[in-house]
């Protein structure tokens, strides 16, 4: 066993250290309808009964303003075939570009929120903000999940390795592919 001790480390290496993280796409809306995906690692489960999951986002991206402005948000977990696109979605801005059109994604209607769905996910959670609170550069978003919608012919989703690349992690075959 090593009994060496643990020295102080740099937040960002700390952050480094935790990967991989699940990576998802977040969907949003304007008040005029026109729809964007965010990439997101920063997300988490926070209630079982009933369900709620909570997102954190920078006021400087483009999905803050449309949370702002229609508090409604669709958790994507894209397939290895999405990498491509969930990693442009992660580092382009939605101000700027539609990240559906520039990156080739579907964009299906959601059941009980109007933030759309994208195709070829593995499984999406439809979210209605619940709470907001500041912490720090990001707002956290609570979004109570109003429907869990997926496809269980499928089984990996992407992870992001020290927010430098995407990989996919098959829960099923217990594989990690580099995308």
């Not at 299906?108 to 109007?114: E, I, K, M, T």
Request: proline share 7%; net charge neutral; glycine share 8%.
């Amino acid at each position: 066993m090593n009994n060496t001790e643990l020295t102080e480390i740099r937040w960002t290496d700390a952050v480094q250290l935790a990967s991989p993280h699940p990576y998802v796409l977040v969907t949003t809306v304007d008040q005029s309808g026109r729809p964007d995906a965010i990439g997101i690692g920063w997300f988490t489960i926070v209630s079982w009964s009933p369900p709620m999951v909570a997102i954190g986002v920078a006021p400087a991206r483009h999905s803050y303003s449309n949370l702002e402005q229609v508090p409604e948000f669709v958790v994507n977990f894209p397939t290895p075939r999405l990498s491509r696109a969930a990693w442009a979605c992660g580092t382009t801005s939605g101000a700027r570009v539609d990240k559906f059109k520039a990156n080739g994604m579907e964009a299906l209607p959601s059941g009980q929120v109007r933030p759309p769905t994208i195709g070829g996910s593995l499984m999406a959670w439809e979210c209605k903000v619940v709470q907001k609170m500041d912490t720090g550069d990001h707002r956290l978003y609570v979004g109570e999940i109003l429907a869990v919608k997926g496809d269980l012919s499928q089984s990996a989703h992407l992870y992001s390795i020290h927010y430098r690349k995407l990989v996919s992690v098959d829960h099923k075959a217990g594989t990690i592919v580099e995308t």
